[in-house]
């Protein structure tokens, strides 16, 4: 699952936020609306039907393992599920927002395939700086959608100059708007900012000036940890010697 929840979590924002339109007899439709579809539905039933662990003890009472359902899991698994099929049917962008709240399940997932492979115990190290990597590039994705939608409420509500139409790029296709959204995203991340791509409306600099604020935390983290897990090799290699 946590396969199909990243899949999703990166095509749904794309779909609702770049005005995507997916016929529904293709097959990226079955693939990255269906199948996610039909498989977070088929985890909710798993759940509502597993054991857990309570204080030591396996709970196999039916009446406390929905209880614990409802508890940690009801709202964010019926939520993503209901509002990728609403994606999936209205195309509203709306509905991303609640697609995403299953970003908060992906620890679960992480923790399962961990505690089952040891990939943390084997490769702490490369296991460290892959979750990195993953993460930044999900909040830079984010970041680029967030961005593009801005400038596509703009055109077609307000009729104002964004910042796609100061580039030229209204008539482009979205992967050329994507990749200069996404190129934005990390170079507003890692707080450079050449001034060849910028905000060209009030709502636009509310937003980037939001997403510096939050980036440069990002990226002060994400430099802190590099840091640590180099000295804990260096360490490492010491001790070996």
């Known amino acids: ?46 759940s509502v039907n597993t054991a857990y662990y309570e204080e030591g003890d396996v709970q196999t009472n039916r009446l406390k393992i929905l209880k ?79 961005f593009n939608y801005i400038a596509f409420v703009e055109e077609n509500s307000y009729n104002v100059s964004s910042w796609v139409i100061q580039l030229n790029l209204d008539a482009s296709s979205w992967v050329s708007r994507y990749i200069n959204a996404i190129y934005f995203s990390f170079i507003t991340m890692v707080t450079v900012g050449f001034g060849d791509i910028k905000p060209m409306t009030d709502p636009e600099k509310i937003y980037v000036t939001l997403v510096a604020l939050s980036s440069s935390l990002i990226f002060a983290y994400t430099v802190n940890t590099i840091g640590t897990v180099f000295q804990e090799i260096a360490q490492q290699e010491a001790e070996y010697k």
């Not at 794309?14 to 539905?41: K, N, Q």
């Open 1 to 46: 699952m946590l396969l199909v929840s990243v899949i999703t979590l990166v095509i749904a924002p794309l779909v609702g936020c770049f005005d995507l339109t997916i016929r529904e007899t293709s097959a990226e439709h079955y693939l990255f609306f269906v199948v996610p579809c039909v498989l977070f539905v088929i985890e909710i039933v798993i």
């Open 68 to 146: 614990q359902f409802v508890k940690t899991a009801l709202f964010i698994d019926v939520a993503s599920v209901v509002s990728l099929y609403l994606l999936m049917v209205t195309g509203n962008p709306i509905f991303v927002l609640f697609v995403m709240l299953k970003i908060f399940k992906i620890p679960a997932y992480r923790r399962e395939i961990n505690e089952y492979f040891y990939i943390q115990q084997r490769a702490n190290t490369l296991y460290t700086l892959v979750n990195l990597i993953l993460s930044v590039l999900i909040v830079a994705h984010y970041i680029a959608c967030g």
